[in-house]
């Protein structure tokens, strides 16, 4: 893709473990590194990504003078989403191929600036706009997140088989809500279960990227659309999603001329 070194996506193969709060994070986590970064989000149906970066509704994008949009900053950050195309409020009642065809769209009619990495927050699942991705551009690798829980784990084995099977790299796993710290007591508990990530990286002979904790502070800075990196990037949460960006960085380095092969019939 024009402007775009390596694509990274983030997925998890079912909702509900933060994929969307990981994917922002560790974008910002890049570019605190000194990376050029971007994120699309793909998730068609509920888009999130324009919230969680603070953008005010009802913001679009400038079109370029070739016919494509022009993505929109935010924290330092370029981002596309179909948030920034249509009411928040208004659901997309649309079948597979129109979806496709927004999210094809918006993959190559952006025109990212020069992006040492643009991460794609994928939508739960492992169907069309998963395969369109991997026949489209070529993915440097995938970041699979999950939390401990034996049900999250059956649909990142899924997750982790689909880009498997389309010759995509599994960079490592991020394990979500690994433990609960009480804010005002100091109480930690394991609520979903411990060696969820740990179990599934050395099935499928990957790394552990890194584990966050279940915090009341990391929701309601990423609602609050700043999100924990940019507003404590001292904390304890920053430090880990930092240590999760320098990992990703050199996973890609590493599996650089590794990428798809595959191609798919229309």
């Known amino acids: ?4 070194k390596h694509i ?6 079912k909702g509900g473990v933060g994929k969307s709060t990981v994917t922002v994070n560790l974008a910002l986590a890049l570019a605190a590194q000194g990376y050029r970064v971007g994120v699309l989000d793909a998730d068609i149906y509920g888009p999130s990504q324009a919230q969680m970066l603070g953008v005010k509704e009802g913001t ?3 079109a370029a003078s ?3 949009f022009l993505p929109l ?4 950050i370029q981002a596309m989403s179909m948030a920034f195309m249509v009411n928040t409020r208004e659901p997309m009642v649309w079948r597979g191929p129109m979806v496709v065809g927004a999210f094809q769209q918006m993959l190559t009619q952006t025109q990212w600036d020069n992006l040492d990495f643009l991460l794609i927050d994928m939508p739960p699942g492992t169907g069309d706009i998963q395969l369109t991705l991997a026949q489209k551009v070529p993915v440097a690798g995938a970041v699979i ?3 401990p829980q034996d049900i999250a784990l059956l649909d990142a084995r899924k997750g982790i088989e689909m880009f498997r099977k389309v010759n995509v790299p599994v960079l490592g796993v991020v394990e979500n809500m690994s433990l609960y710290h009480c804010e005002n007591c100091g109480h930690e508990a394991a609520i979903f279960g411990t060696g969820g990530g740990d179990s599934i990286a050395q099935e499928y002979d990957t790394q552990v990227l890194g584990r966050l904790p279940l915090t009341l502070s990391i929701r309601e800075l990423t609602d609050s659309g700043r999100p924990s ?5 001292e904390g304890a949460v920053s430090q880990t999603f930092a240590t999760i960006a320098k990992k990703v960085a050199e996973a890609v380095s590493a599996h650089q001329g590794d990428g ?3 191609s798919f019939s229309e």
């Open 8 to 13: 990274i996506a983030v997925a998890s193969g």
């Open 260 to 262: 798809p092969t595959i």
């Open 229 to 233: 990196v940019v507003s404590e990037p």
């Open 73 to 76: 900053q935010a924290h330092g």
């Open 145 to 147: 997140v999950t939390t």
């Open 66 to 68: 070739n016919d494509k």
């Open 1 to 4: 893709m024009d402007g775009v």
């Open 60 to 62: 679009r994008p400038q």
